[in-house]
């Protein structure tokens, strides 16, 4: 997609803020957990479509939630964006409401009943394929079938305690697979078979590169990989997965509220999220978009089985249920 359509597009869709209002904004100051690439790309095309200059503030989402916190009394940012649905849930004191333009296009689930924070993409877990040394049918179907001992060593996941999406797999498991002791248990069959790296990276790394078979990771970089020539194949488990949030919101009290009106409607807007899956391969929320006809052919939200996952009694249980994970590691080992 060319970035003057992109911009074009965009700046219609920025319905919900004036034009005098823009025209006196000169920044928006975003504070932001995703990566370079992302930002490259919209950061760029949204001062090519309004005018107003980003300025980033890049950290890890803890970090800027602290900042946020830090400076309640006195806001510097604008905007809060990638971060997940828990944390932008936890935090909605900090947030002001406003009615995103393109809220009608994003199913509720995935925005707040107050207009706290609206979502962005989605991260589904997946399980990675490499069909060079594993052949195409040959791989697993379901969560179940990783338990099978046959595939000792030969599951790349990373370590719950580096990664949150690692953590929220684990969980889910635990819940696919009965719950309480019968869950774990066979939780533990799962990490007895899994090679535990520190980093998400390591894991679709090792699976685009032929080191593991397969991989437990986040659907985007099954897709990466693939694009790039890697003979990696994604594969929604039949036992169903889930799907991880990430969003934006305006910070309350911020220096530049119209500006920052603006940037949410633009990163949500649907040639910027077109263009986000075609570079990036980010799922977006929106579910008025073609899949089919954008990069990757990626399948359509409502034909992947998704399970319900209990988000935020895990994040509460998450003090008392990392222990027993890491137990659980050292154990199988």
Do not use: C
């Amino acid at each position: 997609m060319q970035t003057n359509r992109l911009a074009a597009i965009a700046l219609a869709a920025l319905i919900g803020t004036s034009a005098s209002a823009l025209a006196q904004s000169k920044q928006v100051v975003v504070y932001s957990s995703n990566e370079a690439t992302l930002h490259q790309l919209v950061f760029t095309d949204f001062e090519k479509a309004t005018g107003i200059k980003v300025q980033p503030v890049e950290a890890g989402s803890g970090v800027i939630l602290k900042r946020v916190q830090t400076e309640k009394d006195r806001p510097q940012g604008d905007v809060i964006w990638g971060i997940s649905r828990s944390l932008l849930q936890a935090n909605k004191q900090y947030f002001q409401p406003y009615a995103s333009a393109n809220k009608a296009a994003i199913p509720a689930e995935y925005r707040d009943p107050d207009d706290l924070w609206i979502g962005n993409n989605l991260h589904i877990m997946v399980i990675l394929q490499n069909t060079k040394i594993l052949p195409d049918d040959q791989g697993p179907k379901t969560w179940a079938n990783l338990l099978d001992p046959k595939w000792r060593g030969k599951i790349a996941f990373t370590d719950p305690a580096n990664s949150g999406s690692a953590y929220s797999t684990a969980t889910l498991m635990v819940d696919l697979f009965g719950g309480g002791d019968a869950g774990w248990s066979k939780v533990t069959e799962f990490f007895r078979n899994a090679k535990v790296l520190n980093r998400s990276s390591l894991v679709f790394q090792g699976v685009g590169n032929g080191e593991y078979p397969l991989g437990v990771s986040l659907e985007y970089a099954g897709y990466v990989w693939a694009a790039n020539g890697a003979p990696v194949k994604v594969i929604y488990p039949a036992d169903g997965s889930m799907a991880q949030m990430e969003g934006v919101a305006v910070i309350k009290g911020g220096p530049n509220p119209e500006a920052a009106k603006a940037f949410v409607d633009f990163v949500n807007a649907k040639a910027t999220r077109e263009a986000i899956l075609a570079k990036t391969f980010r799922r977006p929320t929106r579910q008025d978009i073609d899949l089919s006809k954008l990069p990757g052919n990626m399948p359509q939200l409502n034909t992947i089985k998704m399970v319900p996952y209990k988000e935020q009694a895990w994040t509460d249980a998450r003090p008392d249920t990392m222990p027993k994970i890491q137990d659980i590691i050292v154990k199988t080992r």
